[in-house]
Protein backbone atom coordinates (compact mmCIF):
# COMPACT_ATOMS: atom_id res chain seq x y z
CA UNK A 1 0.00 0.00 0.00
CA UNK A 2 1.11 3.33 -0.82
CA UNK A 3 2.20 5.81 1.92
CA UNK A 4 -0.13 8.12 1.00
CA UNK A 5 -3.24 5.55 0.95
CA UNK A 6 -2.51 4.43 4.35
CA UNK A 7 -4.74 4.82 7.07
CA UNK A 8 -3.73 6.40 9.72
CA UNK A 9 -5.05 6.70 13.46
CA UNK A 10 -6.38 3.60 15.52
CA UNK A 11 -7.97 0.56 13.37
CA UNK A 12 -7.71 3.10 10.27
CA UNK A 13 -10.41 5.75 11.93
CA UNK A 14 -8.62 8.60 10.35
CA UNK A 15 -9.44 9.49 6.61
CA UNK A 16 -7.23 9.00 3.92
CA UNK A 17 -5.29 10.88 2.04
CA UNK A 18 -4.69 9.74 -1.74
CA UNK A 19 -2.51 11.29 -4.70
CA UNK A 20 -5.20 11.95 -7.17
CA UNK A 21 -8.75 12.08 -7.33
CA UNK A 22 -9.60 9.09 -9.22
CA UNK A 23 -7.53 7.35 -6.54
CA UNK A 24 -10.07 8.69 -3.95
CA UNK A 25 -13.24 7.83 -5.80
CA UNK A 26 -11.96 4.00 -6.11
CA UNK A 27 -11.21 4.14 -2.13
CA UNK A 28 -14.29 5.60 -1.40
CA UNK A 29 -16.54 3.42 -3.75
CA UNK A 30 -15.03 0.18 -2.08
CA UNK A 31 -15.75 1.46 1.62
CA UNK A 32 -19.44 2.00 -0.21
CA UNK A 33 -19.40 -1.40 -1.51
CA UNK A 34 -19.16 -2.38 2.19
CA UNK A 35 -20.61 -0.10 4.22
CA UNK A 36 -24.50 0.31 1.16
CA UNK A 37 -24.31 -2.50 -0.63
CA UNK A 38 -27.97 -2.09 -1.43
CA UNK A 39 -27.16 1.33 -2.58
CA UNK A 40 -30.01 2.59 -0.25
CA UNK A 41 -28.77 6.28 -0.71
CA UNK A 42 -27.06 7.60 -3.91
CA UNK A 43 -23.56 7.07 -3.77
CA UNK A 44 -23.12 10.12 -6.25
CA UNK A 45 -24.46 12.79 -3.31
CA UNK A 46 -22.02 10.91 -1.18
CA UNK A 47 -18.81 11.21 -2.99
CA UNK A 48 -19.53 15.02 -3.03
CA UNK A 49 -19.62 15.18 0.48
CA UNK A 50 -17.05 12.97 1.15
CA UNK A 51 -13.86 13.50 -1.17
CA UNK A 52 -12.46 16.70 -1.25
CA UNK A 53 -9.38 18.25 -2.09
CA UNK A 54 -6.60 18.62 0.27
CA UNK A 55 -5.94 22.64 0.83
CA UNK A 56 -2.61 22.63 1.53
CA UNK A 57 -1.22 20.40 -1.13
CA UNK A 58 -1.93 20.76 -4.96
CA UNK A 59 -1.90 17.16 -5.59
CA UNK A 60 -3.60 14.76 -2.82
CA UNK A 61 -7.48 14.16 -2.06
CA UNK A 62 -8.99 13.22 1.04
CA UNK A 63 -11.87 10.82 1.68
CA UNK A 64 -13.57 11.03 5.21
CA UNK A 65 -13.22 8.16 7.43
CA UNK A 66 -15.47 5.08 7.58
CA UNK A 67 -17.42 5.84 10.88
CA UNK A 68 -17.61 9.50 9.21
CA UNK A 69 -19.32 7.65 5.84
CA UNK A 70 -21.43 5.33 7.72
CA UNK A 71 -23.48 8.53 9.75
CA UNK A 72 -23.75 9.68 6.19
CA UNK A 73 -25.20 6.91 4.73
CA UNK A 74 -27.56 6.91 7.74
CA UNK A 75 -28.53 10.41 7.44
CA UNK A 76 -29.65 10.08 3.81
CA UNK A 77 -31.56 7.48 4.73
CA UNK A 78 -33.44 9.08 7.70
CA UNK A 79 -33.82 11.75 5.20
CA UNK A 80 -34.66 9.86 2.49
CA UNK A 81 -37.67 8.61 4.90
CA UNK A 82 -38.14 11.86 6.05
CA UNK A 83 -38.67 13.72 2.53
CA UNK A 84 -41.18 9.96 1.47
CA UNK A 85 -43.22 10.56 4.47
CA UNK A 86 -43.86 13.99 4.09
CA UNK A 87 -44.86 12.88 -0.05
CA UNK A 88 -42.56 15.13 -1.26
Given at each position: ???????RGPAGR??????TRHDAVEHLY???????????????????????????????????????????????????????????
Open positions: MDAMMRPSASLHPWLLAALDPERTVRWGRLESLAVHEEPRSDSSWRVIDRDALATLIELLRLEGVAHDRSGG
